[in-house]
């Protein structure tokens, strides 16, 4: 089983930057590929980013192209999510999940990270 803990969320002004640290342990060796989702009140969650496990990213939501980027370090067998040129709609609580190798799905997630960008 993957176990996977976000942290770096907070409240910033718009136009600023937060960076989202996912922290993966267990059976890290089952991962494909981590991802970033988000979902605010009363809407729908989102994708918004994902990575290979053994490198290459995956596309991007068109909401955050050219202001987020995803990495990840797999020595520290974490993901990041650089979030920069933050705006009000980007409020949301962000979630990484894992998917594992022979599942479509993304079926291991973390408890998520609260971002508020005020106006």
């Known amino acids: 089983q993957v176990q996977l803990v976000e942290s770096g969320g907070g409240l910033v002004q718009a136009g600023g930057s937060l960076r989202l640290s996912c922290a993966a342990s267990?059976?890290?060796?089952?991962?494909?590929?981590v991802g970033w989702f988000r979902q605010a009140p009363g809407k729908e969650r989102e994708s918004v980013a994902a990575?290979?496990?053994?490198?290459?990213?995956?596309p991007y939501a068109d909401s955050v192209k050219g202001r987020f980027t995803i990495s990840r370090d797999n020595a520290k067998n974490t993901v990041y999510l650089q979030m920069n040129s933050l705006k009000p709609e980007d409020t949301a609580a962000y979630y990484c999940?894992?998917?594992?190798?022979?599942?479509?799905?993304?079926?291991?997630w973390g408890q998520g990270t609260q971002v508020t960008v005020s106006s």
């Open positions: 999940a894992a998917r594992q190798f022979g599942s479509r799905l993304y079926d291991c």
């Open positions: 990575v290979k496990w053994s490198g290459g990213t995956l």
């Open positions: 267990g059976r890290t060796s089952s991962i494909y590929a």
